[in-house]
């Protein structure tokens, strides 16, 4: 199955801040999405395509990369922003996710 | 708008079985996939499957083949999840998930139901 390693696995930020999550698959993939998830909630798609905002998501979430990198980035980062962030390949079954990265102030 | 709602908490005994579902609603049930993902307490999330609703058919994780098992119910635009020969480690929130248009990215998430096996 495809391994997907995020980093950092904590961001430590301020309100304002860019931050810029990391997603690396131990294969090439094409299809790949980032989720958002706050405590006690379920997630919530960001992006898809790699690159591609999901419907009404900020335009300041922006995804990039292609192959095995992959990034996400906040580019200024608000209160309800502060979150775990997943990345998952849907490329090919089993799909998977990384563990995570946690977003803090 | 579509909505994926989940059935409520379940204690269970290791060993039992247990049936949680997802009901789908806003969109044409045969037309997007369904699958199912679980977080541990603490953890991340975990691929459990996937359903196709039109004909039935299913793809699980190779952990969980044989033991977990994805079924459209009689009721109209459910999906059931049956967890058998329950453990202590399968502990988790179980969510349903349909996929995107056209791709299998999860784009609507049910509130999760959570599954907790205890002795």
């Known amino acids: 199955e495809i391994v997907l390693t995020q980093s950092p696995g904590t961001l430590t930020l301020s309100p304002g801040e860019r931050a810029t999550l990391s997603c690396r698959a131990s294969q090439s993939v094409t299809d790949l999405a980032w989720y958002q998830q706050q405590l006690g909630q379920a997630p919530r798609l960001l992006i898809y395509?790699?690159?591609t905002r999901a419907t009404g998501i900020p335009d300041r979430f922006s995804g990039s990369g292609s192959g095995t990198d992959f990034t996400l980035t906040i580019s200024r980062l608000e209160t309800e922003d502060f979150a775990v962030y997943y990345c998952?390949?849907?490329?090919?079954?089993?799909?998977?996710f990384g563990q995570g990265t946690k977003v803090e102030v | 708008q579509v909505q994926m709602v989940q059935s409520g908490t379940e204690v269970m005994r290791p060993g039992a079985s247990v049936k949680i579902s997802c009901k789908a609603s806003g969109y044409m049930f045969t037309r997007y996939y369904i699958h199912w993902v679980r977080q541990a307490p603490g953890q991340g999330l975990e691929w459990v499957g996937i359903f196709n609703p039109p004909g039935g058919t299913t793809n699980y994780a190779q952990k969980f083949q044989g033991r977990f098992t994805m079924a459209r119910g009689t009721s109209p635009d459910t999906l059931y999840l049956e967890l058998g020969s329950l453990r202590s480690e399968d502990t988790a929130v179980y969510y349903c998930?349909?996929?995107?248009?056209?791709?299998?990215?999860?784009?609507?998430w049910g509130q999760g139901t959570l599954v907790s096996v205890s002795s």
């Open positions: 998930a349909r996929s995107g248009d056209g791709s299998q990215f999860l784009e609507y």
């Open positions: 998952q390949q849907y490329d090919r079954t089993p799909q998977t």
């Open positions: 395509s790699a690159s």
